[in-house]
């Protein structure tokens, strides 16, 4: 009897205790399904992350599904990568449903051509890529290489030679934008092809190229050539460093290169405070064999028509002061660096894929360009001669003041108002230096 009233006494407390359990459980559970309910109500977005990229994935198989290699493994890599910010608990059960749709798929070959889907997504791609440069680029330049564009006269600046060089030069001003400059330069024992190679080549610029810090290519369009590049070129320390997104093209008749080079808007490049992007930019090229002066009427030298033209933020009476002092050593230093690039071609290896994307050129006639550009019918750019440039600064107090100024340009680097009144007390010391001068 003892032994049965102590296992009654067990029982009664494990039935208490269970009772009371039960009860400290309702709540707990009443808390967690009202949890459930609250929780899919206001789902976050990762719980249907997997979902959208599942359907995405199956999309993409069904379009795929009648590829001839592989079309799993292709499809598969890329919604994997996708699902990397999605919970882990999902991805080993994703992947099997898109493994498996995929297979599905291709097994019912729902897709009847792929092929020529992707071929047509491709060309409008290219097609979008080559608008960045467009036929009527190639036009304008055409008309300013047959001088007739129709703009102001050009007016003469240099005519220098080296023995294996010359070079002239002409400056205009234009009623709206920064002065323009064009060059003839003849460069001899030099192909076309390899001047070509030479300007587009970023890789090497960057070794001959002093002001050339950064060059990296952003785009580019396998069946055109044409590229979007960004530049970063060094400026003096009181100056922001200049950013340039530039698109370029290469147009050829026979062996004439007409390459076209100018800013371009990229807005997934976006603006930095520490650099200042030259919107307004244009230089291009026309390249052709030339007659040698050692050679009796031999093609074995290169010309290149240079067209050039940048608003670099600074004012452009200022600019034209800049450029008529540094142009000949620019100019000899684009030779030394092409010198070195001949040498270095010389020695064979793998060129860079800026060079190689040079060589993909657009074929047009040259006789269809100069009627399409409309060169037969436009009046002809007239060249003067100008007067021998006075100096800028009469003594050295102007002298004084434009460097400032240019200081202050620099510096500042906040308008046009600015630098238009820095300009205007430029000229106005300028002037005042020039009517100072005894006739």
Same mark, same amino acid.
């Given at each position: 009897?003892?032994?049965?009233?102590?296992?009654?006494?067990?029982?009664?407390?494990?039935?208490?205790?269970?009772?009371?359990?039960?009860?400290?459980?309702?709540?707990?559970?009443?808390?967690?399904?009202?949890?459930?309910?609250?929780?899919?109500?206001?789902?976050?977005?990762?719980?249907?992350?997997?979902?959208?990229?599942?359907?995405?994935?199956?999309?993409?198989?069904?379009?795929?599904?009648?590829?001839?290699?592989?079309?799993?493994?292709?499809?598969?890599?890329?919604?994997?990568?996708?699902?990397?910010?999605?919970?882990?608990?999902?991805?080993?059960?994703?992947?099997?449903?898109?493994?498996?749709?995929?297979?599905?798929?291709?097994?019912?070959?729902?897709?009847?051509?792929?092929?020529?889907?992707?071929?047509?997504?491709?060309?409008?791609?290219?097609?979008?890529?080559?608008?960045?440069?467009?036929?009527?680029?190639?036009?304008?330049?055409?008309?300013?290489?047959?001088?007739?564009?129709?703009?102001?006269?050009?007016?003469?600046?240099?005519?220098?030679?080296?023995?294996?060089?010359?070079?002239?030069?002409?400056?205009?001003?234009?009623?709206?934008?920064?002065?323009?400059?064009? #060059? /003839?330069?003849?460069?001899?024992?030099?192909?076309?092809?390899? %001047?070509?190679? *030479?300007?587009?080549? =970023?890789?090497?610029?960057?070794?001959?190229?002093?002001?050339?810090?950064?060059?990296?290519?952003?785009?580019?369009?396998?069946?055109?050539?044409?590229?979007?590049?960004?530049?970063?070129?060094?400026?003096?320390?009181?100056?922001?460093?200049?950013?340039?997104?530039?698109?370029?093209?290469?147009?050829?008749?026979?062996?004439?290169?007409?390459?076209?080079?100018?800013?371009?808007?990229?807005?997934?490049?976006?603006?930095?405070?520490?650099?200042?992007?030259?919107?307004?930019?244009?230089?291009?090229?026309?390249?052709?064999?030339?007659? #040698? /002066?050692?050679?009796?009427?031999?093609?074995?030298?290169?010309? %290149?028509?240079? *067209?050039?033209?940048? =608003?670099?933020?600074?004012?452009?009476?200022?600019?034209?002061?800049?450029?008529?002092?540094?142009?000949?050593?620019?100019?000899?230093?684009?030779?030394?660096?092409?010198?070195?690039?001949?040498?270095?071609?010389?020695?064979?290896?793998?060129?860079?894929?800026?060079?190689?994307?040079?060589?993909?050129?657009?074929?047009?006639?040259?006789?269809?360009?100069?009627?399409?550009?409309?060169?037969?019918?436009?009046?002809?750019?007239?060249?003067?001669?100008?007067?021998?440039?006075?100096?800028?600064?009469?003594?050295?107090?102007?002298?004084?003041?434009?460097?400032?100024?240019?200081?202050?340009?620099?510096?500042?680097?906040?308008?046009?108002?600015?630098?238009?009144?820095?300009?205007?007390?430029?000229?106005?010391?300028?002037?005042?230096?020039?009517?100072?001068?005894?006739?």
């Amino acid at each position: 009897m003892g032994l049965i009233g102590a296992l009654h006494e067990i029982l009664e407390m494990v039935k208490i205790e269970y009772t009371d359990f039960v009860m400290l459980l309702g709540p707990l559970w009443t808390a967690f399904l009202i949890g459930i309910v609250i929780g899919w109500a206001w789902k976050p977005k990762w719980a249907t992350f997997g979902q959208e990229k599942l359907n995405s994935s199956v999309s993409k198989a069904l379009d795929l599904s009648s590829m001839p290699t592989s079309p799993a493994r292709s499809v598969m890599s890329p919604p994997l990568k996708g699902f990397s910010s999605a919970p882990c608990l999902f991805q080993g059960y994703e992947a099997w449903i898109i493994n498996n749709a995929v297979h599905n798929a291709v097994q019912k070959r729902l897709s009847p051509s792929p092929i020529e889907f992707d071929d047509q997504s491709t060309s409008q791609m290219n097609e979008k890529k080559s608008d960045v440069v467009a036929q009527e680029d190639v036009e304008h330049l055409c008309r300013l290489v047959d001088m007739k564009d129709g703009g102001p006269s050009w007016i003469h600046m240099m005519d220098r030679s080296t023995p294996t060089m010359t070079n002239q030069a002409w400056r205009r001003d234009p009623k709206i934008g920064p002065p323009q400059y064009r #060059s /003839r330069t003849v460069y001899e024992d030099v192909t076309p092809e390899l %001047v070509r190679d *030479f300007f587009w080549d =970023d890789e090497f610029r960057l070794k001959w190229d002093d002001m050339l810090s950064e060059a990296t290519t952003l785009d580019e369009c396998p069946t055109t050539g044409t590229m979007v590049v960004q530049w970063i070129k060094k400026f003096p320390f009181f100056c922001k460093d200049r950013e340039y997104i530039i698109g370029r093209r290469i147009w050829e008749s026979g062996r004439m290169y007409y390459c076209v080079t100018k800013g371009v808007p990229y807005p997934s490049i976006p603006r930095h405070d520490k650099l200042r992007r030259v919107d307004n930019y244009y230089s291009s090229w026309c390249i052709q064999a030339a007659e #040698s /002066r050692h050679d009796n009427g031999q093609l074995s030298a290169c010309e %290149v028509q240079l *067209f050039h033209q940048e =608003d670099m933020g600074i004012p452009w009476e200022i600019a034209k002061l800049a450029v008529r002092k540094g142009m000949w050593d620019t100019v000899k230093n684009i030779e030394s660096g092409l010198r070195a690039y001949q040498k270095q071609r010389a020695l064979g290896g793998i060129i860079s894929r800026p060079a190689f994307m040079a060589q993909i050129n657009t074929k047009i006639s040259l006789e269809y360009l100069k009627a399409s550009a409309g060169t037969e019918v436009s009046s002809q750019t007239a060249v003067v001669t100008a007067s021998d440039d006075k100096p800028f600064c009469g003594n050295i107090r102007n002298l004084i003041i434009v460097g400032g100024s240019i200081l202050l340009a620099c510096t500042l680097d906040r308008g046009y108002l600015v630098k238009t009144i820095i300009s205007g007390v430029a000229n106005k010391f300028g002037n005042a230096g020039k009517k100072s001068k005894p006739k």
